[in-house]
C-alpha cells in the first residue's frame, strides 16, 4: 500500500484544480475507450467512473510534471496538451500533442515511478482522473479488473514485439 505523504500528495493533486467527484454513468463511455479498460464489464467501469475526479485547467497550466510522482490515469474530455520531455542535458523535445478522447498516465495505475514528460494544457482543458489509490482499491475489491488488464496488457505486449520484427 502507499505510504501517508504519497497518498496526501495524491489527494492534494487530485482536489488542486477545479475538481469534483462523480459516480455518473457519463464517464463510463470515454473509460471504455481507454485501451487498458476495453475488456471491462460495464459494473467495473462504473466502478472506476465512481473513483474520477474532473479536473478542469487554463491554457498554460501543468496537468503532470516530468519526475513528481504518478497520480493518476487521464482522459481528456476536451481541450489540449502538449507533451514534452526535458533531457538530463537539460534540451526541451515536444513529445507530441493529446486531445479530447487520448489518455496518458496509464502505467502510474500499475508503478510508483515518476512521470516520464510534462503534459500542458495548450487550451481550456477537461480531463477526467482516475487516482491511483482509487484505482488499486477497485483491484483489491475487484480482482477480475486485474485479470482483464493483464490481458490488455499482454495484447500490448504481443503488438510491441510484432512491431521490433
Not at 462523480?22 to 487498458?36: F, G, K, M, N, T
Not at 498554460?60 to 513528481?68: E, F, K, T, Y
Amino acid at each position: 500500500m502507499f505510504g501517508k505523504r504519497r497518498r496526501d500528495a495524491a489527494q492534494q493533486d487530485a482536489t488542486s484544480t477545479t475538481g469534483t467527484t462523480s459516480s455518473s454513468d457519463e464517464y463510463i463511455a470515454p473509460l471504455a475507450r481507454v485501451p487498458l479498460f476495453v475488456d471491462l464489464s460495464k459494473r467495473e467501469l462504473q466502478r472506476l467512473a465512481g473513483a474520477a475526479v474532473v479536473r478542469v485547467y487554463d491554457a498554460g497550466d501543468v496537468l503532470v510534471r516530468q519526475g513528481q510522482p504518478g497520480v493518476g490515469l487521464f482522459v481528456i474530455l476536451a481541450g489540449g496538451t502538449r507533451v514534452t520531455q526535458q533531457s538530463e542535458g537539460g534540451d526541451l523535445r515536444e513529445l507530441g500533442q493529446l486531445g479530447a478522447g487520448e489518455v496518458f498516465g496509464e502505467m502510474s495505475l500499475l508503478d510508483d515511478l515518476p512521470r516520464s514528460a510534462t503534459v500542458t494544457a495548450t487550451a481550456p482543458t477537461q480531463a477526467l482522473l482516475i487516482p491511483v489509490y482509487d484505482f488499486r482499491a477497485a483491484l483489491h475489491e475487484e480482482p477480475d479488473i486485474a485479470i482483464r488488464l493483464l490481458a490488455a496488457l499482454s495484447r500490448r505486449l504481443r503488438r510491441s514485439e510484432l512491431h521490433q520484427v
